[in-house]
């Protein structure tokens, strides 16, 4: 079981763990209009996918703002936050820090995304939400960059995904 850590505590974490080079199917979350969204799988466009355990965090805050920023430089590439988040909170944070270049997408409905990508933390204070992981899958699905932070407080690195959609 893979495994993670919070304040320097490790959490294990549940489901199918999919690293660089595995084929994704595409999976629905919901995005703040309370409509479905696909993410993985084959699309037109380069996906890069940030998984946070909520946007109501700093951290996680400070994270959209920054890839809301990069995302209005990369052309072909799409940018989908998925969080445990209800939706109508994503839509009032998106709404309040003018979040306009990316895609919110919740996964409270089944967890299906955050179990199909290995990403639900199953243990300590912060279990049933998703950790902190950035996934970049190229237009046929296959995924060409992943990073699990190894811990939840910490931001990924921006230098090394820009580096892969750009």
Not at 91 to 96: N, P
């Amino acid at each position: 079981m893979a495994s993670t850590k919070l304040k320097g505590n490790v959490v294990g974490l549940s489901g199918t763990d999919v690293n660089v080079g595995d084929t994704t199917s595409a999976i629905n979350v919901v995005n703040q209009k309370l409509e479905n969204i696909q993410v993985g799988g084959k699309k037109d466009k380069v996906q890069v996918i940030v998984v946070v355990p909520s946007l109501d965090t700093a951290v996680c805050a400070s994270e959209a703002r920054r890839f809301n920023e990069e995302a209005s430089k990369v052309s072909n590439t799409e940018v989908t936050i998925v969080s445990q988040d209800l939706p109508f909170a994503m839509g009032r944070f998106c709404t309040t820090e003018g979040i306009e270049n990316l895609n919110v997408g919740s996964d409270f409905r089944s967890k299906e995304f955050s179990n199909a990508y290995g990403l639900t933390i199953a243990d300590g204070v912060l279990a049933g939400l998703s950790a902190r992981a950035v996934f970049v899958i190229d237009t046929k699905g296959v995924v060409i960059y992943k990073e699990l932070c190894e811990e939840i407080t910490a931001e990924p690195d921006y230098e090394a995904v820009l580096k892969v959609i750009k």
